[in-house]
């Protein structure tokens, strides 16, 4: 294949894309076999995920309700991993920013604007998830523990922290059979945005994958932490202090993870209980993963994970499929991006190729070789 010039800008913008679609189409077809296996029929089901995902404006509040907080735990995947680090420590961060945040009402004299305590909550959360995150990229510079591990490990205790303090000293005692903390007062609750049943959250969320877009690619910090991310050694070698870096991104993707903690809490659960260990944690790896990484493109993976997950009471009630039934399309997903994600080198071989045709605007022929 010889593109022309064009041609090859188009297919650059488009090229990083690439296994995301191919292994969204894989996902697409072992999920169909897996319902016909069953006598499921899978074209019905297919469509039946889409509008119960995006064919209403019902199913748009439910998709969008569950992509907000996705878009939060996804960057607490994706800023770490600019540097190289692989965290999965989200659904901790999370739990422990909307927990602090649900504190912080109870510390204010009554009457406090919503004006103060929203940002003052937004603060609480984030220092929470930052700190807890900010944990596992130390222990990685400083101590060499993988922060794969340490980051699911860090989670598990910080689910357990969180229930040994909402279900003991924090409890409200009129909570009977859920245990919560003190209910956030109506008056610091977060509303809805203007014409959508959706919570603020949503446009923060936005906002949040935006700025850290722009901060990954235009900073001179974030390109730092790209050649961190690229080679640690050759990052070392030109004097870039690598600790430092590391330990940042991973308190901001903690923190991220906090926010998201906070607006389940002030605009969704009214208080910190089980509710919020709702598995949004665990989902942002898979939309950090399908999104590549990008925190621009996390906002649309954020919003296909939140409509497979909004989808499944459909499923149940015309199929009669489990509702678990979207948790193996959401396996088979991350599955089949791992698998793609072989095309790494073949594509890096592509970009360059694919570079030279868009700048010279002469055909280049692209070899079928690896890297």
Not at 205 to 216: N, T
Not at 240 to 250: K, R, T
Not at 259 to 282: D, P
Request: aromatic content about 8%.
């Amino acid at each position: 294949m010889r593109p022309n010039a064009p041609t090859a800008r188009v297919m650059l913008s488009l090229l990083p894309a690439l296994p995301t679609a191919l292994a969204v189409l894989g996902t697409l077809l072992l999920f169909s076999l897996f319902l016909l296996v069953q006598g499921q029929p899978a074209l019905d089901a297919i469509g039946l995920i889409f509008e119960g995902a995006f064919g209403s404006s019902f199913a748009w509040q439910s998709t969008l309700l569950r992509a907000s907080p996705l878009m939060l735990t996804a960057l607490c995947v994706a800023l770490p991993a600019q540097v190289g680090l692989i965290v999965i420590g989200g659904e901790g961060a999370l739990a422990l920013g909307g927990m602090c945040a649900a504190i912080v009402p109870q510390m204010l004299p009554h009457g406090t604007p919503w004006l103060l305590a929203t940002p003052l909550m937004a603060v609480a959360g984030m220092l929470a998830g930052g700190i807890w995150i900010g944990a596992v990229g130390a222990l990685r510079q400083w101590r060499g523990v993988n922060e794969t591990i340490s980051s699911l490990l860090m989670s598990y205790i910080a689910i357990a922290l969180f229930k040994h303090l909402v279900e003991g000293p924090l409890r409200d005692p009129a909570s009977l059979n859920k245990p919560s903390t003190y209910p956030v007062p109506d008056a610091m609750m977060i509303g809805s945005i203007p014409g959508l049943d959706t919570h603020w959250g949503l446009f923060w969320g936005v906002v949040a994958c935006i700025a850290a877009w722009v901060f990954v690619k235009f900073s001179t910090k974030g390109f730092a932490m790209r050649v961190v991310g690229g080679s640690n050694r050759a990052a070392r070698l030109v004097g870039l202090p690598v600790n430092l870096l590391a330990l940042a991104a991973c308190v901001l993707g903690g923190a991220a993870a906090g926010l998201g903690g906070m607006f389940e809490v002030a605009a969704v659960q009214g208080s910190a209980n089980a509710s919020l260990l709702a598995g949004y944690g665990y989902a942002g790896i898979l939309v950090a993963f399908a999104a590549r990484q990008n925190p621009l493109a996390i906002i649309a993976c954020a919003l296909m994970i939140g409509g497979i997950e909004a989808s499944g009471s459909l499923l149940q009630r015309r199929l009669d499929l489990p509702d678990a039934t979207t948790l193996v399309l959401q396996g088979l997903l991350f599955a089949n991006l791992l698998a793609w994600e072989a095309l790494g080198g073949r594509i890096a071989a592509w970009r360059v190729k694919l570079q030279a045709a868009a700048q010279t605007d002469l055909p280049v022929q692209l070899e079928q070789t690896h890297a």
